[in-house]
């Protein structure tokens, strides 16, 4: 049994034995597009971690020859000597489930590694930061140090606006470690070898974390499966004033519309933009700041829309303006935009019309005409952030996910947090909208409501949640949990109470998908939009004759 797997143009293993993140990886190698060099640990081998308790025989070995084959690939070494290597270890399931397993960045950052890196690069705030961030993301993933407490002392430095120099850093780092021996009786190992060990049995065990439990029901995802590890190195959006990171779609994932999407951070890492917790800017401020980052990232964009003839969302890190590509997923649209990009794609001539019919759901026909709130009579507006997508959702407040989970028992709930996380899930099921406080598009909230197809909007900046409190204040209003909203992940508006709700009529794009629908069932009688449909997928899937 081989276990480990290279990230190289000849692998030919597919999504259930690489991960969607591992093969969406080795199909951007072979597109020409820089990937930074890694490599894959399987599926089994999670399975047989799972099954066993422990790591597989001759995985230790074939580890190690991944290890040593990476750091030729990139000229480093892991924990030193010379220049330092560091690693990311990220989870990737055969089927896409955002944020709900474990990712460890900066693997390898030895004390000794951090010295190096810092004589490097000439830059010792970078170095220290990037440990700083390793040691808080080891403590919380690996050693179960809660998330709350490492950010109580970690969040001043952390955050570079605040203008923490190095001696903030390194105190922080102090006192993250002394908070990990505190808690777990031990230190946050000083061996780059038992960090990527530990690492890559944490994102093992995440598999059957509750959060990725829960989601497996959700979606349907069979629980046997296991997760794939990917290990890369490291390239960091926080090195320099010209580095950055983001989250960019071929095109408007709300809308469809043809033009690239997303949202970027500048010195800043991956997590910083997935988390929710930072205010993220417009993917287009991009060609302005880094005009050369921008045209390879659009031109990548074009090629992979290209390869996978569907829409696409690409993850990227650009370090001292080189861009890098970490992740790719095709599709995953909701509504409206769902047909829009069937429909052009099929006007395009890139797909046929029978695969624009399949690609469109009874779910996503649900919500192509997109209900909006009336706001013609003058209706007060609570608060605005933007639509992340799109559809109305009326609700109670909830400020957690246990109480949303508990409210939704005796009706409909709007989970309204500062941001979500993964620990949300429970919340997130039960409700039927999200608001929060920051994020952007690409934020978890985000990615999350889309999967499930709940109205969401993000980035509601006026927005202040009390939990201890139980309620939430805009401007100069305060609403208590259980009171009355309604929002709109169209137009990004929160408003009180339960509104006047206008369903737009079926555009054209609607209107030609439903028609040819109808020329391939065969039945043009008056009935429901899904009915249509589904009786067009009968005869495409060669369940009925036309």
């Not at 026909?365 to 209706?379: E, H, K, N, Y």
């Not at 508990?406 to 620990?423: E, K, Q």
Request: glycine share 12%; with cysteine; proline share 5%.
């Amino acid at each position: 049994m081989t276990w480990i797997h290279p990230l190289s143009a000849g692998v030919d293993a597919t999504a259930s034995v690489l991960g969607g993140k591992g093969h969406g990886l080795v199909t951007l190698r072979r597109l020409g597009l820089p990937v930074p060099p890694g490599f894959v640990i399987g599926t089994a081998a999670c399975r047989a971690f799972l099954r066993d308790g422990r790591l597989p025989d001759g995985f230790d070995g074939e580890l190690a020859a991944a290890v040593r084959d990476l750091e030729a690939a990139s000229r480093r070494r892991l924990g030193g000597p010379g220049r330092p290597l560091a690693v990311s270890v990220r989870s990737g399931g055969s089927v896409s489930m955002p944020g709900m397993m474990s990712t460890v960045l900066n693997v390898g950052l030895t004390t000794r590694a951090t010295e190096r890196l810092a004589a490097e690069t000439g830059d010792r705030r970078f170095a220290l930061d990037a440990r700083l961030r390793f040691l808080s993301g080891f403590a919380a993933t690996v050693l179960g140090v809660p998330p709350e407490r490492l950010d109580a002392v970690t969040r001043a430095a952390t955050e570079r606006d605040t203008g923490a120099g190095e001696m903030g850093l390194a105190d922080a780092i102090h006192r993250v470690e002394a908070l990990v021996r505190e808690r777990t009786g031990r230190p946050v190992p000083d061996d780059a070898g038992r960090q990527l060990e530990l690492a890559v049995t944490a994102v093992f065990s995440s598999w059957n974390a509750p959060r990725a439990t829960t989601y497996r029901v959700l979606h349907d995802i069979p629980h046997e499966l296991g997760t794939a590890v990917t290990v890369q190195a490291m390239v960091f959006g926080n090195r320099d004033s010209r580095s950055g990171t983001g989250v960019a779609f071929s095109r408007d994932p709300n809308t469809g519309e043809d033009v690239p999407f997303g949202e970027v951070l500048f010195v800043r890492q991956g997590e910083d933009v997935v988390s929710g917790r930072s205010a993220t800017r417009p993917l287009s401020e991009l060609a302005d700041r880094e005009p050369a980052v921008w045209a390879d990232l659009h031109d990548a964009l074009r090629r992979v829309e290209e390869h996978y003839r569907d829409i696409c969302q690409v993850e990227f890190t650009f370090e001292s303006g080189q861009l890098w590509l970490l992740q790719v997923r095709p599709g995953g649209l909701a509504g409206r935009a769902a047909v829009r990009v069937a429909v052009d794609l099929a006007d395009q001539g890139v797909i046929s019309r029978g695969e624009a019919l399949l690609r469109v759901s009874a779910r996503h026909l649900q919500r192509a005409r997109t209900p909006r709130v009336d706001t013609s009579g003058g209706i007060g507006v609570l608060t605005r952030g933007l639509g992340a997508c799109p559809g109305v959702a009326t609700g109670r407040v909830a400020t957690t996910a246990d109480s949303a989970a508990r409210m939704a028992m005796d009706g409909p709930v709007i989970l309204v947090r500062p941001h979500t996380s993964p620990l949300d899930l429970h919340g997130l099921a039960a409700a039927a909208g999200v608001v929060t406080a920051s994020g952007g598009p690409a934020s978890h909230a985000a990615v999350v409501a889309r999967a499930m197809g709940k109205p969401a909007v993000v980035a509601a900046a006026r927005l202040t949640v009390d939990v201890p409190n139980a309620r939430v204040r805009a401007g100069e209003h305060t609403v208590p949990e259980g009171v009355l909203i309604t929002i709109d992940g169209t137009s990004g508006d929160v408003v009180l109470g339960k509104p006047r709700v206008v369903t737009a009529a079926a555009d054209r794009r609607l209107s030609r998908l439903l028609t040819w629908a109808d020329a391939v069932s065969g039945d043009g009688s008056d009935r429901a939009d899904t009915e249509r449909l589904g009786a067009a997928h009968s005869v495409l899937r060669g369940e009925a004759s036309p």
